[in-house]
């Protein structure tokens, strides 16, 4: 009896000696740069038993690893990666488990091992969160040579049509950020900027689908930040510089660009500048319309030239005042120069035209977009962990633009029912925008994160338009169509947000309050002076479960909104027209989006999926309708529109080799928009698939070839067509690295840009094409320079806290061929 009780608690302590979990953490960062070594394989032995190891893993794309060891005793773990020397530690196991920091582990290359090898680094590409996405532009060889547009394509979640219209998550309603901080000129014209802009510019862009209490509630589908600065929040340890020298030719246009930075003690530098101007290219645009009333048809035809300039200049600066605490500043300057001439003809026809008629124009438009900000911040830690701080803000951002346009009519053949006056206007708005920003972060226990915030933002936006008849060859001032109103908003926002990890569960949970106050004066002109004030609530939530090493699951979901823009509120009503009197609603409400998302990430050194499945919902969406009251059209807005939609976007990426990978982006979607005041329905499928490969060819020339097409996409009134594409490059780096040379060529599989957009409601019906060539080959020369393995670390904007904090999260790395750090 007394041996059976003997065995049985032998066994029972066996069992739960052999239970007992540690968890070991911790990171490896290269001992240079101070950056994170992804992918190095971990592998764990039992002492004295370095046969088989027992456990392992690979760190995340950070180099962070959590690795997990039953038992107790003495184990040695050992951490390697490619062309890097191994690092052993010896960790003791206690009987009651528990974690163990074992800290920072610098890595070293292994010149035994590189001499006479080559090593070709397969550097992540994508970087998939349950909340947020990262695309590393500069791992991709393509950014050598393209745009930040073209480099867009690639992204998931992100559609660029045929227009080079830019949705997220199936709509376009989304705010542009630069550098973590808010970007006037960039949100609202960002397909002009983004296919002007050169990638190399782009460090990263990341796709922040959930952004959480921290940032601005407004943006339906979230946020779409351009990461300029090489920020890691790593001190680097070596002073010296670095920087390159690009220059690039094709057929549609010319740039080049510079780029420094570099350390000298505590003080830090960056700055980059680029021009970029384009070749005259041609382009027609056609429109046919059928209303529905009576019948009658208009076709309108525009053809001619356009160009444009784009330059931009940055400087970043950073010093660090002791160990503690920092100091920062940036500056942006931004210039865009834009220019369309060309002749229109119109024809009317049918209904109320009769047999019809016709008349033709001549048109010159130029416009100018400025933009300028700065920047500064001072960030005060309390702990040498730093996990409790806080940071003091201010941003500014001054955006004046200017807009002409003339229209020259040419003496029509047959006589027409109106009188054709030639015109000219001029349009000088500008916006300005104060935000001050207090954050105050802090930690609660081991793995708990506590951060609250105060914001306050100020914004002036004058528009002042002026109109001329031209009589006579001389332009006349007409006050009556001429107008100038100022608008004045201020918000006051607060948040809290609580992050925390519990084993394999993370988790996020916040909530925002902003107060908007809106006060337009119209200072010249028809218009009828507003004041209106409302708040918002917004809340947001994200869990996250760590299935496995590399392996994770999340729900996420967040409320967004959009603000009335002022031509929807103003409640003057325009009675130029006797028989339609048209006006805004004052009493519109804030749009409001909520949604909800899963997210699947998994990763190994060679394979890679994401796939998240989303949905949106939005019952009041802003849309202008029309009805009829005594006889009198009225025109007005509302709150009127449901939509709703369910998408499922995938990035599969598999590396065959060092030399060899290949990827897919496969997207799908479906839309439906419903309006009760409208009587209009209307719904459909979309989406995306496009496909990669990335291969190291002979003489270490570098190839990529990519291409595939968007699906048409839906709205209330309308689709917009499908767009194919395809783009190939081939690089070589010659000096050891020191000179890249790249050929590349892109070209729509239509040969010409053909894109669809239709317009169909119950009042009429109209289809417009765009045709024009963008079809092009080009060279890009890249010379690399300086005395560092890498750039130095550059200042950032603590404006809307820096969406780099990451608790307990396994990360997913994606495609990308190693390519060194450049502009």
């Known amino acids: 009896m007394k041996r059976t009780l003997f065995l049985v608690v032998l066994i029972i302590l066996t069992i739960s000696i052999k239970a007992q979990t540690t968890i070991v953490y911790g990171e490896m960062v290269d001992s240079v740069s101070r950056q994170g070594e992804p992918n190095a394989s971990i592998r764990v032995f039992k002492e004295g038993k370095m046969d088989k190891p027992v456990a392992m893993s690979v760190t995340d794309v950070n180099g962070k690893f959590r690795q997990s060891i039953k038992g107790i005793g003495g184990y040695i773990i050992c951490f390697s990666s490619t062309g890097r020397k191994e690092i052993r530690r010896k960790v003791i196991l206690k009987k009651e488990g528990g974690e163990i920091n074992i800290g920072t582990l610098l890595v070293h290359d292994d010149t035994k091992q590189l001499k006479g090898v080559d090593v070709v680094a397969q550097k992540p590409l994508i970087k998939m969160e349950t909340d947020k996405m990262t695309y590393d532009v500069q791992a991709d060889n393509d950014?050598?040579?393209?745009?930040?547009?073209?480099?867009?394509?690639?992204?998931?979640?992100?559609?660029?049509?045929?227009?080079?219209?830019?949705?997220?998550?199936?709509?376009?309603?989304?705010?542009?950020?630069?550098?973590?901080?808010?970007?006037?000129?960039?949100?609202?014209?960002?397909?002009?900027?983004?296919?002007?802009?050169?990638?190399?510019?782009?460090?990263?862009?990341?796709?922040?689908?959930?952004?959480?209490?921290?940032?601005?509630?407004?943006?339906?589908?979230?946020?779409?930040?351009?990461?300029?600065?090489?920020?890691?929040?790593?001190?680097?340890?070596?002073?010296?510089?670095?920087?390159?020298?690009?220059?690039?030719?094709?057929?549609?246009?010319?740039?080049?660009?510079?780029?420094?930075?570099?350390?000298?003690?505590?003080?830090?530098?960056?700055?980059?500048?680029?021009?970029?101007?384009?070749?005259?290219?041609?382009?027609?645009?056609?429109?046919?319309?059928?209303?529905?009333?009576?019948?009658?048809?208009?076709?309108?035809?525009?053809s001619g030239k356009?160009?444009?300039?784009?330059?931009?200049?940055?400087?970043?600066?950073?010093?660090?005042?002791?160990?503690?605490?920092?100091?920062?500043?940036?500056?942006?300057?931004?210039?865009?120069?834009?220019?369309?001439?060309?002749?229109e003809r119109t024809m009317l026809s049918g209904g109320s035209y009769g047999k019809g008629f016709e008349y033709s124009a001549d048109i010159d438009a130029k416009s100018t977009l400025n933009t300028i900000n700065t920047s500064i911040d001072y960030q005060r830690f309390f702990n040498k962990e730093r996990t409790k701080s806080i940071t003091l803000s201010y941003l500014f951002n001054y955006t004046p633009s200017k807009n002409e346009m003339r229209r020259l009519y040419k003496s029509p053949s047959t006589p027409i029912p109106f009188t054709l006056k030639d015109l000219y206007s001029l349009s000088a708005p500008y916006d300005a925008e104060h935000t001050m920003q207090l954050d105050y972060t802090m930690p609660i226990g081991k793995t708990q994160t506590l951060s609250t915030g105060l914001k306050y933002i100020n914004r002036t936006n004058d528009s002042d338009s002026k109109y001329y008849d031209i009589i006579s060859g001389k332009d006349t001032y007409n006050e009556d169509n001429s107008t100038n109103y100022k608008n004045k908003q201020d918000i006051m926002a607060g948040y809290a947000e609580y992050s925390g990890s519990f084993g394999k569960f993370g988790s996020k949970v916040g909530v925002r309050y902003e107060h908007t106050?809106?006060?337009?004066?119209?200072?010249?002109?028809?218009?009828?002076?507003?004041?209106?004030?409302?708040?918002?609530?917004?809340?947001?939530?994200?869990?996250?479960?760590?299935?496995?090493?590399?392996?994770?699951?999340?729900?996420?979901?967040?409320?967004?909104i959009a603000r009335p823009m002022i031509s929807s509120l103003n409640p003057y009503i325009d009675r130029t027209n006797p028989r339609t009197l048209s006006y805004g609603n004052p009493n519109l409400d804030v749009e409001k989006t909520h949604s909800i998302g899963i997210v699947f990430n998994s990763f190994t050194p060679k394979f890679m999926l994401n796939m998240t499945l989303s949905g949106v919902i939005s019952n009041n969406e802003i849309q202008q309708y029309n009805y009829i009251k005594d006889n009198i059209?009225?025109?007005?807005?509302?709150?009127?529109?449901?939509?709703?939609?369910?998408?499922?976007?995938?990035?599969?990426?598999?590396?065959?080799?060092?030399?060899?990978?290949?990827?897919?982006?496969?997207?799908?979607?479906?839309?439906?928009?419903?309006?009760?005041?409208?009587?209009?329905?209307?719904?459909?499928?979309?989406?995306?698939?496009?496909?990669?490969?990335?291969?190291?060819?002979?003489?270490?020339?570098?190839?990529?070839?990519?291409?595939?097409?968007?699906?048409?996409?839906?709205?209330?009134?309308?689709?917009?067509?499908?767009?194919?594409?395809?783009?190939?490059?081939?690089t070589k780096n010659l000096f050891k690295d020191r000179l890249n040379i790249t050929l590349s060529y892109f070209t729509p599989l239509t040969g010409r840009l053909h894109y669809k957009v239709n317009t169909y409601n119950n009042s009429f019906s109209q289809k417009m094409i765009t045709n024009i060539s963008i079809q092009n080959v080009g060279l890009t020369i890249k010379w690399n320079f300086g005395n560092t393995k890498r750039q130095f670390i550059d200042h950032k904007s603590k404006i809307n806290n820096d969406y780099n904090k990451e608790i307990n999260r396994s990360e997913a790395p994606g495609m990308g061929i190693g390519n060194k750090v450049g502009m």
């Open 306 to 343: 356009m160009m444009r300039g784009y330059s931009i200049g940055n400087v970043n600066l950073g010093y660090d005042i002791d160990s503690l605490s920092n100091i920062g500043l940036t500056l942006s300057i931004f210039r865009l120069n834009d220019e369309r001439y060309g002749p």
């Open 633 to 730: 059209l009225h025109s007005t807005y509302g709150n009127i529109v449901c939509k709703k939609g369910l998408s499922m976007n995938s990035f599969i990426n598999y590396s065959l080799s060092t030399k060899t990978r290949v990827f897919m982006i496969p997207e799908v979607s479906y839309y439906d928009f419903r309006s009760n005041v409208l009587s209009e329905h209307n719904y459909g499928w979309g989406g995306k698939l496009f496909m990669g490969v990335q291969q190291t060819l002979p003489w270490k020339i570098e190839s990529s070839l990519f291409g595939g097409a968007n699906f048409k996409s839906y709205s209330l009134e309308g689709d917009n067509g499908a767009f194919s594409m395809i783009a190939m490059s081939l």
């Open 517 to 560: 106050w809106e006060n337009v004066k119209f200072l010249k002109g028809h218009g009828e002076d507003f004041k209106k004030s409302y708040s918002n609530i917004v809340p947001s939530m994200s869990i996250t479960y760590n299935i496995k090493a590399a392996t994770n699951i999340g729900l996420n979901y967040n409320m967004r």
């Open 143 to 302: 950014s050598k040579s393209n745009t930040v547009l073209d480099m867009l394509r690639k992204v998931p979640m992100v559609v660029v049509d045929g227009q080079d219209n830019i949705m997220v998550n199936g709509s376009g309603s989304f705010k542009v950020y630069v550098d973590g901080k808010p970007n006037i000129m960039f949100s609202s014209n960002p397909s002009q900027i983004f296919k002007s802009m050169p990638a190399s510019a782009v460090k990263k862009i990341e796709v922040i689908t959930n952004p959480g209490a921290k940032y601005d509630a407004e943006g339906t589908v979230g946020v779409l930040n351009l990461i300029m600065s090489d920020i890691d929040g790593k001190k680097q340890k070596t002073n010296g510089y670095n920087g390159n020298i690009l220059g690039q030719v094709n057929s549609l246009m010319f740039m080049g660009a510079a780029f420094l930075s570099g350390q000298q003690g505590k003080f830090t530098y960056n700055t980059n500048i680029s021009y970029l101007q384009s070749f005259p290219a041609d382009g027609n645009i056609t429109t046919n319309r059928i209303n529905k009333t009576d019948g009658s048809k208009m076709f309108y035809d525009q």
